[in-house]
């Protein structure tokens, strides 16, 4: 039985503008991606019990590297640059999307996605080209659905639910699974880090990208 890990650990440790500059293939990672407003700042440190761990802004899209996050020396967290923010330009954006389609279809220590949507407004343009890619890359994927403090529980159900047959409808269930989360309530933090565990823990001494289950 796998020792269980301790998220409260985590500590930055570099950015990186593209994947050349990214750290040694060494150990086994998982990367959190999202639209600038899903929340995924606050949900990496609501994870980690650490309020100053990934940058919150009031600007959306204020970060825009790859930031790395050691667990302990073989695993780490991956703050992967927001996407979905209007003061940039097209070209800036296009080469965001290159290099995140780079980081997932060649990092081969990269155990899974964590895919962050605004509850209220899932499954948008980025959502699915995101999904696209992973599944190209035979990369499992675990959605939060965030902010759900802000519906009702049997809405934020019903769109729980949604989703889940829009990815069997895509034929996607067996590589996705998905969960309802808010960080501002500290709801839905267990199941995130047993899908964490299951990512981080097995497979550490093999840096090959797992097919899905």
Known sequence: MPSEINFNKATFTQSA????????????EV?????SNA???SAIN???NNGKLARTSKTPGRTQLINFFDISTTQRLVDLPGYGYA?????MKEQWQRHLSEYLRTRKCL???VLLMDIRHPLQEFDTTMLNWAAEASMPVHILLTKADKLSRGNAGSVLLEVKKEMKNAGLNDLVSVQTFSALKNTGIDLLKIKLQEWLEPSVKDNSVPKAE
């Not at 593209?18 to 086994?28: A, D, F, L, N, T």
Request: proline share 10%; aromatic share 4%; with cysteine.
């Open 46 to 48: 609501a994870l980690t």
């Open 111 to 113: 155990q899974g996605l």
């Open 39 to 41: 929340g995924k700042s």
């Open 17 to 28: 503008p593209s994947i050349r500059e990214c750290p040694p293939e060494e150990g086994v």
């Open 87 to 91: 003061k940039v330009s097209r070209e």
């Open 31 to 35: 990367a959190f991606a999202g639209r």
